[in-house]
């Protein structure tokens, strides 16, 4: 800061202006090697102080696009990762996937008995599941981006758009009818991090034999895990029908 002389008044000066940027990650899937692997990586490279334990620039927001849960081996495990990064980062973003809407429309909808022998077969404790329900949101936008967990439904106006819109849309190219935002998204699995227009998808497989991406905006610099996740659920059924479960998944 710089003080005007016989005052408390200061203007700002140049370095006070530090730009947001936002670090967005693509669909887990339960992978939760992955997850580390990408997470190392991103505080590798990014990070600027190790006497702050590796922490990253608290300039950088962290938006998670959702779906967590499902095809990987420890859907559980990625959860109490989110929730320890979370204390780490309390500004991080953790939007809803569908697959997160999914099961919570699976536990509403019965008795305690049967949602905890649900939640049991999942691998999620009651502990991870309610604070899951409890920090994941639908949409989250700033001033030049609007985050969620599908994009938008393009024939809506971005005032319009419904909870089923942010969780379930499928669409490909630009987001004509968001012409002022760019829209960050996750759900449908591209082999790279792909920018179309104001199109940003960073769903790049990971549970489906992809890797777990990332991408930090407006810089436009991506960051990938060095290993595929797969889908392990689906490996099973494979070595139970006699299988070897060695395929791209």
């Known amino acids: 800061m710089e003080y005007s002389p016989g005052g408390t008044h200061c203007r700002p000066t140049a370095r006070n202006?530090?730009?947001?940027?936002?670090?967005?990650?693509?669909?887990?899937?339960?992978?939760?090697?992955?997850?580390?692997?990408?997470?190392?990586?991103?505080?590798?490279?990014?990070?600027?102080?190790?006497?702050?334990g590796q922490h990253i620039p608290d300039h950088i927001q962290w938006v998670f696009l959702g779906d967590y849960i499902d095809r990987g081996p420890d859907p559980a495990g990625v959860i109490e990762y989110l929730r320890k990064h979370a204390e780490r980062y309390p500004e991080?973003?953790?939007?809803r996937g569908n697959?997160?809407?999914?099961?919570?429309?699976?536990?509403?909808?019965?008795?305690?008995?049967?949602?905890?022998?649900?939640?049991?077969?999942?691998?999620?404790?009651?502990?991870?599941?309610?604070?899951?329900?409890?920090?994941?949101?639908?949409?989250?936008k700033s001033e030049e981006y609007v985050f969620t967990h599908a994009g938008l439904n393009v024939e809506r106006g971005l005032p319009e758009q419904t909870h089923a819109d942010y969780l379930w849309s499928y669409h490909e190219s630009e987001f004509y009818n968001a012409p002022d935002h760019i829209i960050v998204h996750g759900h449908i699995s591209v082999d790279v991090v792909t920018i179309l227009g104001n199109n940003v998808n960073v769903d790049t497989g990971c549970g489906k034999g992809g890797r777990l991406s990332a991408i930090l905006l407006p810089e436009g610099r991506t960051f990938a895990s060095e290993t595929r996740g797969v889908n392990q659920?689906?490996?099973?059924?494979?070595?139970?029908?006699?299988?070897?479960?060695?395929?791209?998944?």
Request: charged residues 25%; negative net charge.
């Open 233 to 249: 659920k689906l490996i099973d059924l494979i070595k139970e029908a006699g299988g070897s479960g060695e395929m791209n998944l």
């Open 92 to 95: 991080s973003i953790f939007l």
């Open 17 to 52: 202006f530090i730009m947001k940027s936002y670090l967005c990650i693509g669909d887990i899937h339960g992978c939760i090697q992955q997850l580390r692997e990408l997470m190392d990586q991103i505080h590798a490279d990014l990070a600027q102080d190790p006497k702050q």
């Open 99 to 140: 697959h997160e809407e999914m099961l919570f429309d699976v536990i509403e909808s019965v008795g305690p008995a049967r949602a905890s022998e649900f939640l049991e077969r999942k691998g999620i404790s009651r502990e991870n599941y309610d604070w899951l329900a409890e920090n994941s949101r639908f949409c989250f």
